[in-house]
């Protein structure tokens, strides 16, 4: 896509921190980042978030995720690594290119919003209704 900022960043256009590569993948670090080591991964193939990305790019993605990972781990020792991923304006996802987010967190660090919230036991009639709709869907 001619004005995407990653697809940018992938042909090299744009610069960036670029930590890993192969055929399928992308990854560099944010230069808005949450903490140090703050990495995004992107497939090559421009897709605008999961609705979209096809089966292959997807696990490509994932596939790198997990040798990214172990490198942070190995360089920054981080306590836990939050993988974010936003689909969708209504979920705050700012550039509409999937992608992935890989965020160490170290010890004292201030909690991600994402990752925290107070646990509100559900209406379990209700829940049971909207897995029975969603699994209906599922082709």
């Not at 256009?13 to 890993?20: D, G």
């Not at 096809?54 to 990214?68: G, Q, Y």
Request: hydrophobic letters at 40%; a negative charge; glycine letters at 6%.
């Amino acid at each position: 896509m001619e004005d995407c900022i990653f697809c940018k960043i992938v042909k090299g256009e744009i610069p960036s921190f670029k930590v890993y590569e192969d055929e399928k993948v992308f990854a560099f670090e944010d230069i808005n980042p949450i903490s140090p080591g703050h990495t995004l991964i992107i497939p090559k193939r421009h897709a605008k978030d999961l609705w979209e990305i096809s089966s292959d790019d997807l696990s490509a993605v994932h596939s790198a995720s997990k040798k990214i990972i172990k490198a942070i781990q190995d360089v920054l020792q981080p306590s836990g690594v939050a993988c974010v991923q936003l689909n969708g304006p209504g979920a705050n996802q700012v550039v509409l290119h999937y992608h992935l987010h890989l965020v160490p967190r170290i010890v004292g660090d201030p909690e991600l919003p994402v990752a925290t919230w107070e646990i509100n036991e559900g209406d379990m009639e209700a829940i049971k209704e909207t897995a029975v709709r969603i699994a209906a869907a599922i082709k």
